[in-house]
């Protein structure tokens, strides 16, 4: 048994976990603990104060005491609003915090787009343009050419959480550009666990969605492999990325 940790703001789409637990259909099992949101925003100063090393340190004794052997901050917007050197000294401080290997979903994405060779990709993010912006400098700061960016708008992970698949599929067509290899979504916020293999078959390409990228990176740091064809593209490729 392989057990992955999980760090999660809120409480908006955290069902995908154990909906990907099942569809990995292996003997990895996904432990999730809640930190605190503090104010529900897709605002800079909010995002930051969620990301703050001492709301992460909160949830890390009880992911070591469940054995997890890796963990991930699984929030794109906390994680990429520090910028990428930001990000990696949040995640070195989660490291050394939990005594595990650690990441957080923002570099799952740039991993994630190395292991498919997406080098030129389009973002679908439920945020509001600014935050959506700092996602893309994000990306090419690890590497990723972003050709294009929509964002929803969209101010609180509450009401994200409450999106279903014609959102979904609506804001993944209106970014998706014909020269892009994939399409990223990141918000943790949004359910897109079940909708993976539809969304690649409607836009004929690899997508990239929050939930899906944390777990297959938290499955990267103990050099575990999973094929799970049901979670997409990402889930068929070898080797996994080594960084």
């Not at 014909?178 to 690649?200: F, K, M, Q, S």
Request: aromatic content about 6%; charged content about 20%.
């Amino acid at each position: 048994m392989t057990a992955l940790g999980f760090l999660y703001p809120g409480h908006s789409a955290e069902d995908d976990y154990p909906r990907i637990e099942q569809l990995l259909g292996s003997d990895i099992r996904l432990d999730v603990v809640h930190t605190d949101i503090g104010t529900d925003a897709h605002r800079v100063d909010a995002l930051l104060e969620m990301g703050a090393a001492d709301r992460l340190a909160a949830g890390v004794e009880e992911l070591r005491m469940s054995g997890a052997e890796s963990v991930v901050w699984a929030c794109t917007s906390g994680s990429f609003v520090y910028g990428w050197e930001g990000a990696h000294d949040q995640v070195r401080t989660l490291a050394r915090t939990a005594g595990l290997p650690a990441s957080s979903t923002s570099f799952a994405f740039v991993h994630a787009a190395q292991e498919i060779g997406a080098r030129r990709v389009a973002v679908a993010a439920t945020y509001p343009d600014d935050v959506a912006g700092l996602f893309a400098e994000f990306l090419r700061a690890g590497g990723v050419d972003v050709l294009q960016v929509r964002g929803a708008g969209i101010i609180t992970a509450a009401e994200v959480g409450t999106w279903g698949e014609e959102e979904v599929f609506a804001l993944a067509r209106a970014a998706d550009s014909p020269d892009a290899d994939a399409v990223l979504l990141p918000d943790t916020a949004l359910h897109t666990a079940t909708h993976i293999p539809a969304l690649e078959k409607e836009l004929a390409k690899p997508v990239l969605t929050a939930n899906q990228v944390t777990v297959w990176e938290a499955l990267r740091l103990t050099d575990r492999r999973v094929n799970a064809p049901s979670l997409g593209a990402l889930f068929t490729k070898e080797p996994i990325v080594q960084v």
